[in-house]
């Protein structure tokens, strides 16, 4: 079962990904606030990549559930349903005009989502090192359950 | 709802922006004769100015005019009672504690500058005299000198038995540095005068003059007004008053000739209670209901506080700091900064600023240009604050500390002056940027990010069949042409013109051609914009051509039958055209955009979403199209004004997002005909069109440490999080700005504010408009009261609130401002009420007396005003929009518009009427005072409505309106008509509409009981009446009471 290690290689990597994507938001809000940043380049970059964070926070959430790590997925839902309703309400695009009325709100979401992914990253490596010790030595599963 | 009311009670015309005049004799009513006064006097700075002894220290004379009596029999108790309270600092500044009324030097008036703390229990009586006393400092007690003279006491020790008083009277708080020259020669009279003001009030007038003449410094100036009052009161007493309750010597004591009327109107004594003798305050009250053996439980309706006098500018800020720039450009909500959040945070009304940076000064008045030329701007290193009134010059002139940071600067070589003993600069009276609070600094080319932009004006014109229907091109086209002369920046000034319909028609209008070159764009997708250097050109160049354009427009549209309007592919168009220059986009806008990017639906007014969490939605713009549009606009200094004439719902919500996020402005015209409404667009655009503009402006705040403006409200982008962008501004936008501390704790005595305005003048200058203000810091919140400002509050919360109506329901909206009025005076009551033990009273302070009654008028203005059928979705959206914008005296008077009374004068047919006379006789705003006998005009500052009486004359009717008087008035217009009568009425027009220029007030006729043309125009807008399920003044009054009551 060799390919246990290779998904959990998959899911890190797009944690790191999406941490590196909120990172990315967190840091446009912070320059805007510190005027290193003009709002029409903040909105653009941020509405560039806000899609595809959700796309990818989506396509996390799913993996988790067609491989079966039913608990991982639960942990990751909240999040996603957080994203959907932006989306589902057109709010998940940055406001050019309004930006300034919503910075601090915008921040404190890529913070605590910044938060998440970090516990998340955390989980997932966790897990990825007990599947290479689970292919390495083969014999103990327990491990494994202990994770669900 | 009829007006019919034979017999309308006399409301108290003039005067009665004092409803309290009425009060005065009954005791139930309280006031605060001697704080208000001190509003004046008690915030003095420490600085340098000599004239602050003008103010008059009030404090003394009035307590000698009670305490006397009082403690007159036994003169040991006097002593001690004397001796007693300790003169404390803060309380000393403005009202002595009793000793301070047998001092010889009136504390009050030294430049202590501690806060004026409002008086608690345990301080005397300060009764109104305090005016009287005010009053006399103008005459000089020359009069006194014909008193008989005391025998002059040689310098030396007092007799041993005044030594209780000699020191009382010498006590002087510490900061008294600026008496002690005199008080040497004080001293040695004063032992004698005390004595003997006790026992023999001649004598004590007599040491006057010495004592007068013992002062050749500036404290002279106070000093006399003193003894002066002193003298009065003892005048008063002589005839042996007895010591009687306190309030009847009052009205003894005092001629009735000493108080100046308006001074007094709103001073009304504190009745003395058992507990506490007579404490006045400084609030105002009102008697609600449960009067004991009264059924009515309602309030005298003609006592409330009505703004018959407009708006009424506190002027205690300007007189604490007259370098302050002008109320017009920059108004604080309250001059007391607080001194901590927990403070801030019991100050439940908005915190912040309105800020009218291009405010017009009046004629006569001119804002002083400075050209640094060889120095540049003078400027901080750190904060960037511009040189002002309040920097400091030390080291000899040769640093100067800036007083928004206190860093130190260097004075550049060319800038620097000596500095003379007192910290003044010598060349002080060349330099108006160190003694104006606005002035004007011509910038250099660091300030350019480009050339400086020619004045541009750009048409966008819809020319689809309504638009042709309504005759709104033809008007339009007129007045375009005829303000051709006088558009700002010749001969620089750029023009351009594009017209839609389902198409797009751009016009060359090269200054080599004859006639201008018609293109048509079908395209609406991917608009191509054909020749595109030849559609902008200069005005001058090419005014033949702009002629010949204008005046066949209206002819080549006449038969245009294209319903179809494709606004957001033709802005993306003008825009195209205008981005490398930037200007003022103007749009007129016939119908609904429904063609291309940015077509808008029929959404919206529907009366089942209201009261659903759906109802905001229709308020709020739609299509992010021209959110995104209005931000690319403003990044390339565009400004739009919208002009909408539809009479079928048009989405102003949406269109409007354009006018708001690039520093334009809305104008609304329902169902534009141009056989009514001509007149009003002909001057509103003309108005648009030529008033001075400021270009490609960028606007920042700066303002001590620990506060900072967070957010700010009105028409323009935010740039950075302090930096407005304003494509244009002129003098009829005004900005608010909201503060808030920083700091848990403020360490300065006084907060600056600093507005700077960087633009592009017309002529092509790059400019910096500066503004700079004190405002003290105080701990106390009755202060805060106190120095409160209901224009600005007012301004500031209608902001608010109609920001919130975006996203809330309107019942919410006014809920919320309800809640905030109701927070704000239950926390005032909560200061005073207890221990005046006013449970029947409503009470407020002097300065917010207006604040229920504006409450309530903005609850019913059109923005926020009842449910769905109360206005149209359009009208509302289009006076938020303006209502965003206006500054404070226009916004006051679209809330509590005036309402005057004119039979008299058009009937009076003599020549000699003087028309500002009837406009000042406001009334207050109710039915009851319309006679069916009358002709009123109401006037909001953007219509007239012109109300006829039924049983007018119909001689009078037949003259002003012509003969089809009895017709339908919806189509009769008021014209100018050969006869005496309509003559004076048309000046009597003019005279309303000169006073407020920035819109014109088209006249609407209603006759009295004429539904629904009435109630439409005139009763839905009468504030203090009952209207549409919302509340009358009496009774908004009575439940915002009964919720200040609950929960203390």
């Not at chain 2, 009665?16 to 009060?23: D, G, L, R, S, V």
């Not at chain 2, 800038?415 to 104006?436: C, I, N």
């Not at chain 2, 402006?697 to 700010?712: H, P």
Request: glycine share 6%; aromatic share 10%.
């Amino acid at each position: 079962m060799a390919w246990e290690p290779i998904i959990w290689i998959i899911f890190s990597v797009l944690n790191l990904a999406l941490l590196g994507l909120n990172f990315y938001q967190f840091l446009g809000f912070s320059d805007l606030e510190a005027d290193y940043l003009n709002p029409y380049e903040l909105s653009s970059r941020i509405n560039s990549v806000i899609v595809l964070e959700y796309l990818l926070h989506g396509v996390f959430c799913i993996m988790f559930l067609v491989t079966g790590h039913w608990v991982m997925f639960l942990v990751s839902l909240p999040p996603a349903y957080y994203n959907l309703k932006q989306y589902l309400s057109k709010q998940h695009l940055v406001d050019v005009t309004e930006v300034f009325r919503v910075l601090n709100a915008e921040k404190k979401v890529r913070l605590v989502k910044l938060g998440f992914y970090v516990v998340f990253f955390g989980l997932v490596i966790t897990r990825l090192a007990l599947s290479v010790v689970f292919v390495v030595f083969g014999d103990d599963d327990e491990a494994i359950h202990w994770f669900g | 709802m009829g007006t019919e009311n034979p017999n309308p009670p006399s409301y108290p015309v003039r005067p009665a922006a004092t409803p309290f005049a009425a009060m005065q004799s009954t005791p139930p009513f309280l006031s605060s004769g001697p704080v208000a006064g001190s509003e004046s006097s008690s915030f003095r700075p420490v600085p340098p100015a000599s004239s602050q002894f003008r103010a008059p220290p009030f404090s003394s004379g009035p307590v000698v005019g009670s305490e006397v009596p009082a403690f007159r029999p036994p003169p040991s108790g006097r002593s001690n009672e004397l001796v007693g309270p300790p003169p404390s600092s803060s309380s000393s500044s403005s009202h002595g504690p009793p000793a301070a009324g047998f001092q010889r030097f009136p504390t009050p008036s030294l430049p202590s500058v501690g806060h004026a703390v409002p008086q608690r229990t345990g301080q005397p009586v300060l009764s109104p005299t305090t005016r009287p006393a005010a009053g006399t400092v103008a005459s000089p007690p020359i009069s006194l000198l014909s008193q008989p003279q005391p025998p002059s006491i040689p310098m030396g020790s007092p007799p041993p038995s005044m030594k209780t008083g000699q020191v009382n009277g010498n006590i002087p708080p510490p900061a008294h540095q600026l008496l002690s020259s005199s008080r040497p020669n004080v001293q040695p009279s004063s032992p004698p005068v005390r004595p003997s003001y006790v026992t023999t009030p001649g004598i004590s007038q007599a040491t006057i003059p010495g004592y007068v003449n013992a002062q050749p410094n500036t404290v002279a100036q106070a000093q006399p007004m003193q003894p002066a009052s002193f003298t009065l009161q003892q005048r008063g007493y002589a005839p042996g008053a007895p010591p009687t309750p306190f309030l009847a010597q009052q009205r003894s004591v005092n001629p009735p000739s000493l108080y100046s009327g308006n001074q007094m109107q709103h001073h009304v004594v504190a009745p003395p209670t058992a507990t506490s003798p007579g404490l006045a305050e400084d609030f105002s009250s009102l008697s609600l209901g449960s009067v004991p053996g009264s059924f009515n439980a309602g309030i005298d309706n003609a006592a409330l506080p009505r703004p018959l006098d407009g708006d009424v500018e506190p002027k205690s800020l300007a007189e604490m700091y007259p370098m302050n720039c002008s109320s017009r450009s920059l108004r604080l909500t309250t001059s007391g900064i607080p001194s901590s959040m927990s403070l801030a945070s019991r100050w439940h009304l908005p915190l912040g600023a309105i800020v009218c940076p291009l405010a017009e000064p009046p004629a006569g008045e001119e804002v002083p240009i400075v050209n640094f030329v060889t120095t540049g701007i003078i400027r901080c290193k750190r904060c960037r604050t511009y040189v002002n009134p309040f920097v400091s010059f030390t080291d000899n002139g040769r640093k100067w500390k800036c007083n928004i940071c206190s860093i130190l600067n260097d004075v550049p070589g060319d800038y620097f002056a000596h500095v003379d003993a007192s910290g003044r600069r010598v060349d002080l009276d060349q330099r108006p940027e160190l003694t104006q609070g606005t002035i004007e600094f011509i910038a250099p080319a660091e300030y350019m990010v480009r050339p400086p932009m020619p004045p541009l004006y750009f048409f966008l014109i819809d020319v689809s069949i309504s638009a042709v229907k309504s005759g709104m091109i033809e008007v339009m086209a007129q007045t375009i042409k005829s303000c051709l002369d006088s558009l700002p920046g010749y001969p620089r000034t750029q023009i351009g013109f594009i017209t839609y319909d389902s198409t797009i028609h751009f016009y060359n209008m090269k200054s080599s051609l004859m006639q201008p070159q018609m293109m048509v764009v079908s395209d609406l997708d991917d608009v191509f914009i054909p020749l595109p250097d030849d559609l902008l050109v200069n005005l001058s160049e090419s005014r033949n051509v702009v002629d010949a354009f204008l005046d066949s427009l209206p002819s080549m549209f006449q038969d245009n039958t294209n319903v179809e309007s494709a606004l957001g592919s033709a802005l993306k168009a003008a825009f195209t055209v205008m981005r490398q220059l930037g200007g003022k986009l103007l749009i007129f806008q016939n119908t609904l955009p429904s063609l291309g990017v940015g077509r808008l639906r029929l959404r919206g007014d529907d009366i089942r979403v209201y009261g659903t969490d759906k109802e905001p939605a229709s308020r709020a713009p739609e299509d992010p199209f021209y959110k995104q549009m209005a931000a690319d606009l403003t990044k390339y200094q565009i400004a739009v004004n919208i002009y909408a004439f539809s009479d079928k719902y048009t989405d102003i919500a949406s269109l409007g997002t354009l006018a708001k996020y690039t520093g334009g402005q809305v104008y609304y015209y329902p169902s534009f005909q141009a056989s009514i409404h001509k007149d009003k667009l002909r001057h509103e655009l003309t108005r648009d069109l030529t008033r001075e503009t400021a270009w490609e402006a960028v606007m920042r705040i700066r303002c001590s440490k620990g506060v900072r403006f967070t957010n700010y409200h009105g028409n323009f982008m935010l740039r950075s999080t302090d930096l407005l962008a304003l494509p244009a501004v002129d003098c009829d936008k005004a900005y608010a700005a909201q503060l808030s501390l920083e700091e848990t704790l403020l360490t300065m005595q006084t907060v600056y504010f600093q507005v700077a305005l960087l633009y592009t003048s017309s002529s092509g200058e790059r400019r910096i408009r500066v503004h700079t203000a004190a405002a003290p810091v105080v701990a106390d919140l009755g202060e805060m009261y106190r120095l409160a400002d209901t224009g600005a509050i007012i301004s500031l919360l209608s902001r608010l609130a109609i920001e919130k109506s975006l996203s809330h329901k309107l019942e919410d909206t006014r809920n919320a401002v309800q809640l905030r009025i109701v927070k704000t005076l239950r926390e005032y009551r909560n200061l005073y009420a207890v221990q005046h033990r006013l449970s029947g009273k409503m009470i407020y302070p002097e300065s917010l007396k207006f604040l229920p009654l504006y409450g309530l008028a903005l609850c019913k203005s059109l923005p926020l005003r009842g449910g769905y059928a109360d206005a149209q979705i359009d009208e509302r959206c289009a006076a938020g929009y303006t209502m965003m914008a206006l500054p404070v005296k226009k916004l006051l008077k679209l809330l509590y518009p005036n309402l005057v009374r004119v039979d008299y004068s058009v009937v009076n047919l003599s020549p000699q009427t003087d028309e500002s006379n009837i406009i000042r006789k406001r009334l207050p705003l109710t039915a009851d005072c319309l006679d069916t006998r009358g002709l009123y005009i109401f006037d909001d500052g953007f219509r007239f409505i012109i109300w006829f009486g039924r049983s007018i004359s119909p001689d009078v009717v037949r003259n002003l309106v012509g003969e089809d008087f009895t017709g339908d008035y919806s189509k009769v217009s008021l014209s100018p008509r050969d006869n005496e009568m309509s003559r004076k009425l048309m000046k009597i027009l003019d005279k309303f509409r000169e006073s407020d220029p920035s819109y014109y007030q088209l006249c609407h006729l209603v006759r009295q009981a004429d539904q629904p043309r009435e109630g439409f125009f005139l009763l839905g807008n009468l504030v203090d009446d009952q209207n549409g399920g919302a509340n009358s003044y009496a009774d908004w009054i009575l439940q915002l009471h009964r919720q200040i009551q609950q929960n203390t």
